[in-house]
């Protein structure tokens, strides 16, 4: 059993994701990936595809990832901190910043191999399904870390899609599409249904700051 | 067996020795800093009961208050001292030190 202290350090740890916002900001660029792989396939003329998509995507990742932040920062200063409070987390040294980078990129690179091997030594058609299972082995971990049951859901949901993707057999750029547009919807729905909730039970306080130290 | 005898009261620390302070000491462990507002939802205190009990953690120089503005409105920012934070481990330590003494003598 956790003591209550336990337990407040834990919510603190959390709070970052209390009103659903990050969740709603990674959904957003998830779902423009989704968008571009479809718009490439649609619109793009063929000896571009490639390029534009090997561009394009790592732009996304790269601009989307900093515009959410700056998003997430300036929407919480006026939607969550003025309700529930204004924290400060440590910032990470940068030795455990690039051993986080490497076990990341490493994971990447053995998820990759997993893949490729399991798929070439049974079927194609086990990608989606694999690539389902290793995100939603992601998002568990990443609930499990920071104790928040609605990400178990979206794990079984990403995973469910990967199962959906191998049932369909989709032809490439069309699996990466149901990719990452479940994954995004997923994360704004999760996201939009928190944040309504968080906005319903936390309205705003009366300013009044006269007995503060 | 040498029973070990229990470490004296007098060992403890008496400011944390209060959950609401040590309440409010843990949480800021876990953070750079902390606003009022923050505090006062997480605790469940009053504004001027966490106020008192904030004085008390300042002067004894475990924590620092910071008031500051963000745009207009004021805000007050808490962060735990170098001086807080040993004082927690120590609490805990000590605290962790009764409870397996206890355990080991259940029937003292």
């Excluded at chain 1, 499990?144 to 995973?159: D, I, K, P, S």
């Excluded at chain 2, 040993?86 to 009764?98: C, F, G, H, V």
Aim: charged fraction near 20%.
């Amino acid at each position: 059993m956790k003591s209550p202290l336990e337990t407040a350090q834990k919510r603190t740890r959390r709070y970052w994701y209390e009103d659903g916002l990050p969740e709603l900001a990674a959904g957003g660029v998830i779902c423009l990936m989704a968008l571009v792989n479809l718009a490439v396939a649609q619109l793009a003329p063929p000896d571009w595809k490639g390029w534009l998509s090997a561009i394009g995507l790592p732009l996304i990742v790269i601009g989307g990832g900093i515009l959410a932040r700056a998003l997430i920062l300036r929407l919480k200063e006026r939607l969550t901190y003025p309700r529930s409070g204004y924290l400060v987390y440590p910032r990470a040294k940068p030795s455990r910043r690039f051993l986080t980078a490497g076990v990341g990129m490493g994971a990447a690179f053995i998820v990759a191999v997993l893949t490729a091997w399991l798929s070439a030594a049974q079927s194609e058609r086990l990608i989606p399904a694999l690539t389902g299972l290793f995100a939603a082995l992601l998002i568990l971990f990443l609930g499990m870390r920071v104790g928040l049951v609605r990400f178990y859901l979206l794990a079984v949901w990403q995973f469910g899609w990967g199962l959906a993707g191998s049932r369909l057999n989709l032809p490439a750029p069309y699996d990466l599409v149901l990719f990452f547009g479940s994954l995004g919807v997923g994360l704004l729905v999760s996201g939009g249904v928190t944040l309504f909730r968080y906005l319903r039970n936390n309205p705003l306080p009366l300013a009044d700051n006269e007995d503060q130290p | 067996m040498s029973e070990q005898p229990l470490p004296p009261w007098s060992a403890v620390d008496r400011l944390l020795h209060e959950p609401a302070r040590l309440a409010i000491v843990s949480i800021l462990a876990v953070v750079e800093k902390a606003d009022f507002l923050y505090l006062q939802r997480e605790t469940g205190l009053t504004k001027g009961n966490l106020s008192a009990h904030l004085s008390k953690l300042e002067n004894a120089g475990y924590i620092q208050i910071e008031k500051t503005f963000k745009g207009k409105m004021p805000l007050t920012l808490v962060s735990l001292t170098p001086q807080g934070r040993t004082a927690l481990e120590i609490y805990l330590k000590s605290m962790k030190e009764w409870i397996n003494r206890m355990d080991q003598n259940p029937k003292e």
